[in-house]
């Protein structure tokens, strides 16, 4: 099992900027090369959705359209922490941000029910 602790979640005003961190623990490094990374969210009556995943080894990353081109998904192999840097920040991003890893290449990253351990979440709300 692994232990992901999510920090960096707060309130800012639309257009504004944040960087969630997800530190990993639990395992070497080498096992987590083998890990999909996963960012979701939860809006209050919403379902949760997928934000961002990142493939350990080789880095490669992938994001739902709504945040494409304003967040980026990154990795520190010497701290095993994830992060999620979150630009021009609109209303609609405010949720709940769930950090999430799978110990497999995945290839539907999107699927919330592929992961396998999860952080206990951190509240982002952005003000209009």
């Known amino acids: 099992q692994v232990q992901l602790v999510e920090s960096g979640g707060g309130l800012v005003q639309a257009g504004g900027s944040l960087r969630l961190s997800c530190a990993a623990s639990?395992?070497?490094?080498?096992?987590?090369?083998?890990?999909?990374m996963g960012w979701f969210r939860q809006a209050p009556g919403k379902e949760r959705e997928f934000v961002a995943a990142?493939?350990?080894?080789?880095?490669?990353?992938d994001y739902a359209g709504s945040v494409e081109d304003r967040f980026t998904i990154s990795r520190d192999n010497a701290k095993n922490t994830v992060y999620l840097q979150m630009n021009a920040l609109k209303p609609e991003d405010t949720a709940i941000y769930y950090c999430?890893?799978?110990?497999?290449?995945?290839?539907?990253?999107?699927?919330?029910?592929?992961?396998?351990?999860w952080g206990q979440g951190t509240q982002v709300t952005v003000s209009s």
């Open positions: 999430a890893a799978v110990p497999v290449g995945l290839g539907d990253y999107y699927d919330s029910r592929r992961y396998v351990d």
């Open positions: 990142l493939r350990w080894s080789g880095g490669r990353t």
């Open positions: 639990g395992r070497t490094f080498s096992t987590f090369s083998t890990y999909t």
